[in-house]
């Protein structure tokens, strides 16, 4: 069987909003926790489907700046930018000037944005999208401005999520939004990441310097296709890779989470993937053994990085058999993985449509008879038909079950 390659999620792709890549249905409430003035976010899910607009419709969300990361040194970064519409690095919404108007329309997934709160008060903006895995892009060429997949729930400080990361946070500098107007102390400095939680959603400028980073979590994530685990009509297996980036033994569980409700316009869900997760083989009958998801998460247990037994293969399919629905129903629901420190959460949308039967017979086929002729083959003549086969087939056609015999003959 010839498989797709597995990409690393951590690899910046093509990061172009008309580009961003499509989910089939699965869908997430993320939360933003907005002071009055200027808040860094990072978005986890993306809202593709609507526009920024229709987003912040009926709140005091005012603007919307995303900042697209350098490409090249010529466009080296030494202190978090300032919105601008006279900068390449950033594109706008603005709520003055509507979707049609601004040149940001939309909100893709794995971005950070610079987000303008009006009025007084603080206020929790709600957003519902489809969930991306993780996907980084670092530079040694100026800032990053990028969030982490922490838990939603009981943050670690900066500190501790970045503990397994090296001399990561003595090289760098962090700076981060408390709202107000952006002056030479907003984004400020974070001079105590031990106090400081690496919140879910929320996004931070980092300096390192010229030292590299690739740890975003305890755990990293390589999967066969960076859009999640779409198993279409027809695909029986999807692969991921888990690797421990950590000193010690890490335990990462796989669990299965529903999608929410589906927006109005959107493809109805009919119910959860059925994931199946495969087990050991068996060398005596060359059969794996395998678990059902929905019955109870599965965990492994990775040894240090860098060890043997520090990453594993996961081989998932789906139970076809329960997919009762018609021709192209959706099953939909999302893969969710977590750690034993409880300090990473990736969201992986998994999915699978229901195929079609037509043109498919089930029934009995058996061999009325054989006519064969066996005649001598002379050097330079024609060769000549030698064996003819008539084949009777009894049938029962899945589309309208009426019954009919069909002979097929053949040479």
Request: proline share 6%.
């Amino acid at each position: 069987m010839k498989h797709n390659s597995i990409k690393t999620i951590w690899v910046a792709g093509c990061l172009l909003v008309a580009g961003s890549p499509a989910a089939l249905g699965q869908w997430q409430t993320q939360s933003f926790d907005l002071a009055p003035g200027w808040n860094a976010i990072y978005t986890h899910v993306d809202t593709m489907h609507s526009g920024i607009a229709a987003l912040a419709n009926n709140t005091p969300v005012n603007e919307v700046w995303m900042w697209k990361p350098p490409v090249s040194t010529a466009q080296y970064v030494t202190s978090p930018d300032e919105p601008s519409d006279a900068k390449s690095r950033w594109a706008s919404w603005k709520s003055v000037l509507g979707d049609n108007s601004s040149v940001l329309k939309r909100m893709p997934g794995n971005f950070a944005y610079l987000v303008k709160l009006g009025g007084n008060v603080n206020y929790t903006w709600s957003v519902k999208g489809k969930p991306v895995p993780p996907r980084y892009q670092w530079t040694t060429t100026g800032l990053n401005f990028f969030g982490v997949p922490s838990v939603p729930s009981n943050p670690k400080s900066l500190e501790d999520y970045f503990a397994d990361a090296g001399y990561l946070l003595q090289n760098t500098k962090i700076f981060a939004y408390g709202g107000g107007v952006i002056s030479s102390t907003n984004p400020g400095q974070v001079y105590g990441p031990r106090k400081t939680l690496a919140k879910r959603g929320q996004a931070y400028w980092m300096d390192a310097g010229t030292q590299f980073n690739r740890y975003f979590g305890p755990f990293s994530v390589k999967l066969q296709s960076v859009t999640g685990a779409h198993f279409g009509d027809h695909l029986s297996a999807y692969r991921l890779r888990l690797r421990n980036m950590t000193a010690a033994d890490l335990t990462v569980t796989l669990a299965g989470v529903d999608s929410e409700s589906v927006p109005s316009g959107g493809t109805a869900i009919a119910a959860a993937a059925p994931v199946l997760v495969r087990g050991a083989l068996d060398t005596a009958t060359l059969a794996y053994a395998h678990s059902v998801l929905s019955a109870g998460a599965q965990t492994w247990t990775l040894k240090p990085a860098g060890t043997v037994g520090s990453e594993v293969e996961v081989v998932l399919g789906l139970d076809r058999t329960t997919m009762t629905g018609v021709s192209g129903s959706l099953y939909a629901s999302l893969l969710r993985l977590t750690d034993s420190l409880g300090h990473s959460q990736v969201d992986i949308p998994v999915s699978g449509k229901v195929g079609s039967s037509e043109g498919l017979w089930i029934g009995e086929a058996g061999v009325s008879q054989v006519r064969h002729s066996l005649l001598p083959v002379t050097a330079g003549a024609p060769a000549t038909q030698g064996t003819d086969v008539s084949v009777t087939v009894e049938a029962t056609p899945l589309a309208n079950l009426s019954g009919e015999k069909l002979t097929f003959s053949g040479g």
